[in-house]
């Protein structure tokens, strides 16, 4: 790797500059990161036709579309400020979260969008007629393994209740002695499992067996220190060990003792029994078993969340976020608040305070969540692992988690745990997720147990979807990735050690991933950020690559797009997340040299603006290197030119495998993916502007593939997510309802707080399947069995990243002569072997696909329980 040696700005700026952004940029990390939505709203509810549809958007932009003497107020370089008395742009405002495109505010659709009305209404007419095609056979899921009375290995004992009978002298634990002679005089520990194999046993008295001065004893706290690992002797008999400390034995003087050796007296036989106190934690109240394929190769249902961060607790050096998806303790420690943690004593609570947007908020979360999760509360977890596992239970069957960090925001914050390099947050946080996979597997029985399931192929993926889990694909975004920054033009990175980097993540297990994210490096430029926040951003972007972002005059100027609009002059950003809350407990005599220097930010042309800075010759070469490696690109958060020049490689080379997961594209990118055999996910945003981010989809759907949407989450992002429906009240979600496979979802219940859509909204993520929910109180099941359909077609367009030719019935020229299937396909080859060379099946049920062929005909395939072939027929 080359290094680039940068220049020492001057010491009184770049010291001014360093604590400015630390407070004022760093702490309005609540829109900087992936929250920061547009101004104006996208489509409505709209009208159903395409041709009306199109009209809608033709109107708004007659009605919106302001040019110098209309009234609007520009500023000394032509680009336009907010109407006079205008209130501030709020960048968690819910009318601005909800536009097709988070990367270029919407004012008008014909002017872009490449689709014809006739053309939507083919596309329409497609979608239609997918839907109208024979179910998707299902079952329910097997559930989790037996638990006998006497355990059968050492993940058994997972959230049961059970007796410890030494098989020496035959003695019951009870308390620290073992003077029981039964099972019913015996004291009931809950086996909380930690990880696999390692549990917490928690009394009826809220206390945890562990271990003082060589005798067993009682803590009032979970910790290592009570941690206890469980090994198998034999049939039933099984031994218990802190480690670095001893084994659980029984001793006839000293009652239950922990001895540093094995021996016959530390081996014991747990019975299942009653009388324990359950651990406390989070309920899912989902009723029902799962849905699963009737094979593992069959097409899918669920639903797709394309974007979301689970591992954001590590990112920004790890003490920013509140809160942690899992923890080996249980709840009270993952979600207990933020008290004394990542926030200083001097601003914390205060902090805490604005942060929830009301006074008197309550920082502690479990067990009454006053004030948080809730749509806004964007520092704050919103991915605990229940919460995740109503969502898998209620329908959901893929996730795409990316790993994420800013290493600017990260090195000026001031406290911190984790390094603020990018590609070494990207490292622990793919480590995080499979602890979490065995956390989760230790909870439902053992290895391979669980229902996160973490995935590296499309082959893989249907098969867990199939198993009724949740496939969970690894991707990347970061604002410099493989070290790839750009400062005064040099680039530190090479074709090789981009390479090397690439191989390296796939060795991770990551899949899809985006170039860039808040600034410019050594690969593309951004679409940046707008108003207070650009200001800020593009202050960062400045300590990043030693330059603001080079936006100009769009050519062709065009009112949808176009990167985020810039703003000349730089107001203090009173309101502004973190910022304003220091604003609001800081002393004067501190804020005033931090607020006297700012750092000094360009002119701009007149908007709309577009960044300069496109796709290098670096950037081109990772994205062929993405493609040779079969990843999925994603180029949401690219400058409108670095995006069209990805496109442009990506099309050179016939790539299909391109994914936009979060509405950081422009609306001419997304019927563009569409038509090179991509897949697209809105932003989750409020129910009501999804509904109308659906609709207009639907006017861009390929017909020569299968069709289904996602959604973006982007939780723990730092994205805002879906409100209240205003109109609730009137037309509300009722409980329970019914997912995916007939099971009943009730209102979530955390410790003490009951959650409803229709108040709270999406304040965690186990209330997507509410939301969901929601979508169909509104739109009807057209907009629900569309979501369904979602992971089939991202696994497609992953199947097509492979080389995997799409569906012949719908690409005439791909069909074959029946005797091409009879004579190329051989019994025995796996399912996948028949996709590689027969192309991608029009219908794949049960154990048979199907494929349209020349002359009209129609040739089966089939398939044995194991995905072997066994008969080919047409």
């Known amino acids: ?91 968690n405002d819910p009318k601005t979260k909800n536009a097709i495109s988070r990367s270029a505010t919407t004012a008008d659709a014909d002017t872009v969008d490449p689709t014809t009305p006739a053309a939507a209404r083919v596309h329409e007419s497609s979608v239609a007629a997918q839907r109208a095609e024979r179910p998707v056979p299902l079952r329910a899921a097997a559930g989790d393994p037996a638990q006998p009375s006497v355990p059968t290995d050492r993940y058994n004992f997972y959230n049961s209740c059970y007796g410890l009978q030494n098989t020496g002298n035959g003695r019951w634990l009870a308390g620290t002695g073992m003077a029981a002679t039964s099972a019913a005089a015996s004291t009931p520990l809950y086996f909380k499992p930690t990880a696999l194999g390692t549990y917490l046993l928690y009394a009826p008295d809220g206390t945890y067996l562990g ?197 600017q925001l990260c090195t000026l914050y001031p406290i911190k745990r984790n390094s603020c390099d990018d590609m070494t947050s990207i490292r622990l946080q793919a480590k995080d997720m499979h602890l979490m996979q065995s956390y989760v597997d230790a909870q439902h029985g053992g290895p391979g147990r669980g229902w996160y399931r973490i995935v590296t192929t499309p082959v893989q993926a249907r098969q867990v979807i199939n198993a ?34 690439l191989d390296e993540v796939q060795r991770l297990g990551v899949v899809q991933m985006e170039l860039v994210n808040k600034f410019d490096n050594a690969l593309a430029g951004v679409a940046g950020d707008e108003g ?64 006297n220097v700012l750092p000094a930010l ?15 010759q670096l950037g ?93 989450a982007d939780i723990n992002g730092l994205g805002a997510q879906g409100n209240p429906r205003p109109n609730a009240a009137a037309n509300p979600v009722r409980y329970p309802f019914t997912g995916l496979g007939g099971v009943k979802v009730y209102q979530q219940v955390s410790g003490s707080r009951v959650f409803d859509i229709n108040k709270d909204g999406v304040a965690h993520y186990g209330l997507y399947p509410d939301w969901v929910e929601d979508l169909r109180v509104q739109a009807g099941s057209k907009i629900v069995s569309d979501l369904q359909r979602g992971p089939e077609a991202y696994l497609q367009t992953w199947e097509r990243a492979y080389g995997v030719k799409p569906d012949a019935c719908t690409n005439p020229s791909l069909r074959r002569y029946p005797s091409f299937f009879r004579t190329k396909l051989r019994k025995g080859a796996t399912w996948w072997t028949v996709v590689q060379k027969a192309g991608q099946p029009h219908r794949r049920l049960d154990k048979q696909f199907t494929y349209c062929a020349k002359r009209g005909k129609t040739v089966t395939v089939r398939f044995n329980a194991r995905g072997r072939l066994v008969a080919v027929k047409g």
């Open 1 to 91: 790797m080359r290094s680039v040696v940068r220049p020492a700005a001057r010491p009184t700026l770049r010291l001014a500059v360093a604590v400015w952004v630390a407070s004022a940029l760093v702490g309005s990390v609540l829109v900087l990161n992936h929250g920061d939505q547009p101004a104006g709203s996208g489509p409505g509810s709209g009208a159903p036709g395409a041709d009306e549809l199109k009209k809608s958007y033709s109107a708004t932009a007659a009605n919106t579309t302001k040019k110098p003497g209309d009234g609007t107020v520009f500023n000394a370089d032509g680009t336009h400020a907010h109407d006079p008395g205008s209130p501030p742009h709020d960048d």
């Open 211 to 407: 271990a003082k001065s060589g005798k067993a004893a009682y803590a009032t706290q979970p910790g290592a220190a009570v941690n206890w690992t469980v090994t198998q002797v034999g049939t039933g008999v099984f031994r218990l060990s802190l480690p670095g400390v001893g084994y659980l034995a029984s001793d006839t003087a000293l009652g239950a003792v922990v001895v540093g050796s094995p021996s016959s007296r530390t081996q014991f036989r747990p019975l299942k029994r009653t009388g324990c106190k359950t651990f406390p934690e989070i309920t899912t109240n989902v009723v029902g078993r799962p849905a699963a394929g009737v094979s593992s190769f069959q097409e899918t249902r669920g639903y797709i969340d394309a974007h979301t961060h689970g591992m954001a607790f590590e990112f920004l050096g790890g003490d920013l976020h509140c809160g942690r998806p899992w923890s080996p303790w249980g709840v009270t420690v993952a979600l207990k608040g933020c008290q004394n943690d990542g926030l200083n004593s001097v601003t914390g609570a205060a902090v805490e305070t604005f942060l929830s947007g009301k006074p008197g908020a309550d920082p502690v979360g479990w067990p009454t969540f006053k004030s948080w999760p809730a749509p806004n509360a964007l520092l704050h977890e919103g991915t605990y692992y229940k919460w995740m596992e109503r969502s898998w239970q209620a329908g959901q069957r893929l996730l795409v988690n990316l790993l994420v960090e800013n290493n």
């Open 468 to 501: 009724g889990k949740l496939a969970v694909v690894t991707g990347i975004e970061t604002s410099v990735i493989f070290g790839c920054h750009l400062y005064l033009g040099n680039p530190t990175c090479t074709t090789g050690s981009i390479d090397k980097q």
């Open 532 to 595: 207070q926040t650009g200001m800020l951003v593009n202050a960062a972007n400045m300590l990043e690559t030693g330059s603001a972002w080079k936006m100009s005059t769009c050519a062709p100027n065009d009112p949808e797009v176009h990167d985020k609009d810039q703003t000349l002059s730089v107001p203090v950003p009173s309101q502004d997340g973190l910022f304003g809350a220091l604003l609001s407990v800081l002393p004067g005599n501190i804020l005033a040299p931090i607020l």
């Open 602 to 616: 360009p002119v701009y042309p007149a908007q709309h603006h577009c960044n300069s800075l496109g796709l290098t």
């Open 620 to 712: 081109a070469y990772t994205v062929q290197g993405m493609v040779k490696r079969k990843m999925l690109f994603d180029p949401d958060h690219m400058s409108v030119k670095a995006r069209k020049q990805a496109l442009a490689v990506t099309e050179a080379m016939r790539y299909p495998g391109v994914v936009s997961s979060h509405s950081w594209s422009t609306p001419d990118a997304y019927p563009r993916i569409l038509q090179d055999k991509g897949f697209v996910a809105p932003y989750a945003g409020d129910s009501t502007g999804f509904v109308g981010k659906w609709k207009r989809m639907l006017t861009w759907a390929n017909p020569r593939i299968y069709w289904g949407i996602g959604y973006g």
